[in-house]
């Protein structure tokens, strides 16, 4: 009774609207959390409602099944990942606004990068993100390289050099601190920024013989 009664006291004053707001929110956070964890973990509708202390009545007022709340989770979290890099003026805070979402808040990170490759639901996602992030990286790019293909060829091969690298740092592989991880990030960049293209020169096509 104690328990019903401060339930009520909590939602005093809040709309019906406002707080289904608020259960999605602590949904998703619940979806992180477990989606987020090491060793790799087993994500339920059960254990998602666990965590976000609601019944599953609440989880399918807003979700049509647990592969449908998974994926949500993961285009949430790429959508926070998005928002991080877009305000970055430069590579440095570009690299250290990601550092702080995805190695500050690891399980963060860990739904991004490392998820897709053990959660089946997953599998299409992380192909489905990847334009998002080479599309960004080569808008930052296009104010240093002015060949379009170039830019493309560069943000393509940064994301996927970056995958990489934060994926080994999150599952401590790399022995390397924070600052000198964030250094050697940002030095990427920046020698990608400013990379050219040297052209092979043609070579002459064979005489036919008369």
Not at 19 to 28: I, K, Q, T
Not at 71 to 87: C, K, M, N, T
Not at 147 to 157: G, I, R
Not at 170 to 179: F, G, P, S
């Amino acid at each position: 009774m104690a328990n019903g009664q401060a339930q009520r006291r909590s939602w005093a004053g809040v709309s019906p609207a406002e707080r289904a707001d608020e259960r999605r929110r602590e949904l998703m956070a619940a979806g992180v959390r477990l989606l987020g964890q090491r060793p790799r973990p087993a994500v339920t509708v059960r254990a998602v409602c666990r965590s976000a202390g609601m019944t599953e009545r609440y989880f399918y007022e807003n979700f049509a099944d647990r592969d449908t709340f998974v994926r949500a989770v993961y285009d949430h979290v790429g959508f926070r990942a998005i928002e991080a890099l877009s305000g970055a003026r430069s590579a440095h805070e570009g690299v250290d606004a990601f550092v702080r979402l995805m190695v500050d808040e690891p399980t963060m990170g860990r739904v991004l990068l490392i998820a897709p490759t053990f959660e089946t639901t997953l599998s299409e996602s992380g192909y489905d993100w990847l334009p998002r992030f080479v599309a960004l990286l080569q808008g930052k790019l296009s104010t240093n390289l002015t060949d379009e293909v170039q830019q493309q060829l560069v943000a393509t091969s940064l994301v996927g050099a970056l995958t990489s690298l934060f994926r080994a740092y999150l599952n401590e592989e790399l022995t390397v601190d924070r600052q000198r991880f964030v250094d050697y990030c940002v030095q990427i960049l920046l020698q990608g920024a400013h990379s050219t293209v040297t052209s092979r020169p043609t070579s002459p096509s064979p005489q036919q013989p008369s």
